[in-house]
């Protein structure tokens, strides 16, 4: 028995890839913890592999244990699309559909429908999240709720499950690298966990190995405090992500371009443009506070919930611009965020010009 409980077929599908390998991982070493377990787990990958050895796995009778564990990769055409497959919409339809992706559709539908009670199947597949801000909900870019295979499961919930891997929002990434520690037995002082999300950013898989590191380097100590993160861990934006921010305080718009691009080489634009929304509303904030009377760096830090050294940097930023400029910088920010919702937006030459505009001195 797995940790899937009664669930015969579990669908694993986000864009956390960490966060679905270490579920994975969870269930193999509880099948493996099972008398012959190891030598009833079959891996396959649909973009790979041939139908009829998937069909084989699934089918094959368990080798002396009553049941055995099959995970299938890029079970569907829009998941593989990258490799060179057709794209399958999953929306159902009254007419006839044809072509292979209509067909690999119904092969899908008939594996499912057909698998034996021996046999656990577990399918993985990428996809892609969206916060909405407007219902403050994430939604799917593949598994939508009209995609038939969701529809598949929610008519046979009494065998099937499908558990959702959405990437953390910036945001709520600090409470994830305390949780991190603390299941390490490490305790992250705030002002720690938020200068590794500052450079990690959403990043699972490497916030995790750089809390790993810090777990070693820290031995018989538990507190993580500031000049830890700056003596063990390292990082694929490395500083870039505040310097950017501190490039747009300082209207520095050949650097601030320049940071943007080399921090687009690791960083998915909308990551970019989350962090701009929320640092342009905190100036904001900032200035309109400003304006009502003195604001210092503590009664800041505590009205925005962030660090004193953060508190201090919005004061200084926020300086070096007008109400009336701040205001219509987060005027530019909310016009992107909505062009992306009514259509294909280029955000990486939208977030260029905006860059270009704010930092421009009057």
Not at 128 to 153: A, F, G, I, M, P
Not at 275 to 282: D, E, K, V, W
């Amino acid at each position: 028995m797995t940790d899937m409980g009664d669930t015969r077929i579990l669908i694993l599908h986000g864009d956390d890839e960490y966060g679905i390998d270490r579920e994975l991982r969870k269930i193999i070493t509880s099948f493996n913890s099972t008398e012959m377990g190891e030598l009833n787990v079959s891996r396959l990958d649909a973009a790979v592999d041939r139908p009829e050895e998937i069909q084989t796995a699934v089918h094959s009778i368990p080798f002396f244990t009553p049941q055995r564990l099959v995970v299938l990769d890029n079970p569907l055409p829009a998941a593989r699309a990258k490799k060179g497959e057709a794209e399958d919409e999953g929306v159902e339809s009254d007419t006839v559909e044809r072509g292979s992706a209509a067909e690999k559709k119904k092969k899908l539908i008939t594996l499912l429908d057909t698998l034996p009670e021996t046999t656990r199947l577990v399918m993985v597949i990428g996809d892609e999240s969206k916060y909405e801000w407007s219902t403050k909900n994430t939604v799917w870019s593949v598994l939508k709720e009209t995609h038939y295979l969701v529809k598949w499961v929610r008519e046979h919930a009494q065998i099937a499950g499908m558990k959702s891997f959405a990437l953390p929002r910036p945001a709520e990434m600090v409470a994830w690298v305390r949780q991190e520690g603390s299941a390490r037995g490490l305790r992250f002082s705030e002002e720690a966990a938020t200068e590794l999300v500052a450079y990690t950013g959403n990043d699972t898989r490497q916030t995790s190995q750089e809390v790993e590191k810090l777990d070693l380097y820290l031995g018989k100590r538990r507190e993580v405090q500031l000049e830890d993160i700056s003596a063990i861990c390292t990082f694929s934006s490395s500083a870039k992500i505040w310097q950017m921010l501190e490039a747009l305080g300082a209207r520095d718009t050949r650097k601030a371009l320049d940071l943007h691009h080399q921090l687009l080489e690791s960083n998915d634009p909308a990551f970019l443009f989350i962090m701009l929304i929320g640092h342009f509303r905190q100036l904001l904030w900032t200035r309109e506070a400003q304006a009502a009377g003195p604001v210092d760096q503590q009664s800041l830090s505590v009205t925005l919930k962030v660090q004193q050294f953060q508190a201090k940097n919005l004061i200084k930023q926020a300086a070096a611009f007008s109400r009336s400029e701040l205001r219509h910088a987060y005027r530019l920010l909310m016009s992107i965020e909505e062009d992306s919702k009514s259509g294909e937006v280029n955000m990486v030459e939208r977030l260029d010009a905006f860059i270009t505009r704010v930092t421009a001195r009057a």
